[in-house]
């Protein structure tokens, strides 16, 4: 072994004991994920860590989706700066018990698209784990992109005692289809599934306040049923869940009321029940 050589062993087993030391500290993490886009999976991340946070728990939101970092603007942070020194990046706060780091924070425009291969876009998610300094969480929530590759194979890696995935779908059959394969990929990789949640299961009329079946309705339930694993419960297709992402005020922070925000807080119950005992 040549002298390059130990020192790129000594590199890794750096980046080996940071990773470790910042995971150490952190009590759960919970990835959402969805089999294709547009299911609504970081209005869903957004609402369930908000829920969280609002019951105390210090909760950390990471935001992996490299190409389309959602969150901030959900949060209505998108216009903070991540500060940083020699021990690594400071998260934005959403006090009083939330931080979140995401790509959206370090472009300096956000029309700019990120241009990069895989292992660009693996040693960033690395750092967004191991060089960002969490310190000590109750949960941290991971807001994956879509489908099965690069960035929820290395994420699903890198939280090695993850309890679980939350796996968002719609309930028409096309995302049904792709539901079940990140089932499938979850149980590949030995993932613990925390269950299924069936988004835009209805539209509740803004006038006369009945639902209409505009994706259809259960489709989350019965995949939940033939894959054997726990169904989480269905979030209704509201308008008002839609404008409380567009405004960063999450719906169940804006209306507590809301049956959005009941069925959101429901899972949070389910969701407590199987990581911690409800505790």
């Known amino acids: 072994m040549d002298d390059s050589d130990k020192i790129e062993v000594t590199t890794m087993d750096e980046k080996d004991y940071r990773l470790k030391k910042s995971l150490a500290r952190i009590k759960h ?22 829920a969280l946070a609002m019951r105390g728990y210090e909760v950390g939101v990471l935001d992996a989706d490299i190409h389309g970092p959602n969150i901030p603007k959900m949060l209505n942070i998108e216009h903070e ?15 009083p018990h939330m931080k979140v780091m995401s790509m959206a924070f370090l472009l300096q425009d956000p029309d700019t698209p990120i241009v990069w291969r895989g292992p660009i876009k693996m040693g960033a998610l690395r750092q967004f784990v191991a060089e960002v300094k969490w310190g000590d969480l109750d949960f941290l929530v991971v807001d994956l992109p879509p489908g099965t590759g690069d960035e929820p194979l290395t994420i699903a890696q890198l939280l090695e005692d993850a309890d679980g995935a939350i796996i968002v779908t719609t309930p028409q059959d096309v995302a049904l289809l ?9 149980q590949a990789l030995k993932l613990p599934i925390l269950g299924i949640v069936e988004n835009m299961s209805g539209l509740i009329c803004p006038h006369c306040h009945n639902t209409i079946d505009l994706f259809k309705v259960g489709g989350g339930e019965r995949a939940a049923e033939q894959m054997g694993v ?50």
Do not use: C, Y
């Not at 089999?35 to 991340?45: C, E, F, R, Y």
């Open 178 to 186: 792709d539901s079940r394969k990140s089932v499938t990929f979850a």
């Open 29 to 50: 993490k919970i990835v959402v994920m969805s089999g294709k886009g547009g299911v609504g999976k970081s209005t869903v991340t957004v609402n369930l860590a908000t």
């Open 230 to 279: 726990p169904f989480l419960g269905r979030i209704p297709l509201d308008p008002n869940v839609v404008l409380g992402g567009d405004d960063g005020f999450p719906i169940v922070l804006k209306d507590k009321s809301n049956p959005a925000s009941k069925a959101f807080d429901e899972m949070v119950d389910q969701i407590l029940e199987k990581v911690n005992g409800g505790k």
């Open 81 to 95: 700066d991540v500060m940083s020194d020699e021990d690594g990046l400071m998260p934005v706060l959403v006090p």
